[in-house]
């Protein structure tokens, strides 16, 4: 594990912005944090950053503490705020030549290459007179071309063109493909979909969800509209399903293979049925949506995934 944190906690005063948050990420895995403003997300990076204290608990990032050695984390990771703060008169290229020469071996030539790639034109302009979305590519080509194990991407793709977004996604799998670590935070649920092997789903400060992106691949959600009442659900389609009624309404889960659902389907009294597959969407509505989804909100947090891998990263 590159990332390990265990029961990590921030409290300010009655508010706990971060609260028992327990979890390890694997070296080579882009790992996504999902959850609205406020969740805990950016608290959880400034704590592994050791830009603060926690309150409880203890984490580390390539087997450094990141409270007693925050200067040493800070050297194996490269971090992109959500709102980078860039020298407003410098020049693109003198911005990327710094960031460059502050770490030891770094090669500028990767840098402009980054620069090049995110479409970043205009490298002698200042950056006062640089669009949002400019800035955004000169930062991204900042924390992209650094040469580290672990990358924090918070936001990464805001203010960014749908191609321009898409090329970050790009550049991200191939961090992962030379087994570099990314850890992701968006609100942007498709990208965090597509770029993310694992995500982890933060409320009010608890880690309450962790998925495997791989198996939303066989979970899908039907939705139909009944002409008749509801008959029971058979025993041999319960177990890895979940079916919610309203009304006329009906709205099925289910984390298997649809094979075994489908010949019960055919005998409901069914006016329209729409079969999807399930998404990330659908799993963070459970938590941040709710009854909008039209499935019930957990309460509780789910993670066994977390726990058992803590078991085993732990000495």
């Known amino acids: 594990m590159i990332v390990v944190t265990r029961k990590l906690t921030k409290a300010y005063g009655a508010v706990m912005a971060l609260d028992s948050c327990s979890l390890g990420v694997q070296t080579g895995e882009v790992f996504g944090l999902l959850g609205p403003n406020g969740a805990g997300k950016t608290t959880l990076i400034r704590l592994l950053l050791g830009f603060l204290r926690p309150t409880a608990g203890d984490a580390s990032v390539a087997g450094l503490d990141c409270r007693r050695q925050s200067v ?3 050297k194996q990771v490269s971090y992109l705020p959500a709102e980078a703060a860039l020298f407003p008169h410098m020049r693109a290229t003198d911005v990327l030549r710094f960031f460059c020469e502050v770490r030891p071996g770094g090669r500028f030539q990767r840098y402009l290459d980054c620069a090049q790639r995110l479409e970043l034109a205009e490298l002698n302009r200042r950056v006062s007179y640089m669009s949002t979305g400019m800035k955004q590519k000169l930062a991204l080509a900042a924390a992209l071309a650094a040469d580290v194990p672990l990358y924090i991407l918070d936001e990464p793709t805001s203010n960014l063109d749908p191609n321009v977004r898409a090329t970050v ?12 670590t990314v850890m992701f935070s968006s609100h942007v649920l498709p990208e965090v979909e597509e770029a993310c092997d694992r995500v982890v789903i933060l409320r009010a400060g608890q880690l309450v969800h962790t998925q495997v992106v791989a198996e939303l691949r066989s979970q899908h959600r039907i939705l139909a509209e009944l002409q008749g009442p509801m008959p029971p659900v058979p025993a041999g389609v319960r177990d890895g399903t979940q079916v919610v009624c309203q009304g006329s309404r009906v709205t099925i889960e289910t984390a298997g293979e649809l094979s075994p659902l489908l010949g019960w389907l055919a005998t409901l009294p069914l006016a329209d049925i729409r079969i999807e597959p399930v ?12 009854q909008a989804s039209g499935l019930p909100l957990t309460d509780q947090p789910h993670e066994p995934a977390v726990s058992h891998e803590i078991a085993e990263a732990a000495p």
């Open 169 to 180: 996604l790009a550049m991200v799998a191939d961090l992962k493909r030379a087994g570099r």
């Open 279 to 290: 998404g990330l969407r659908a799993v963070y509505d459970r938590f941040h949506v709710g």
């Open 72 to 74: 040493q984390v800070r």
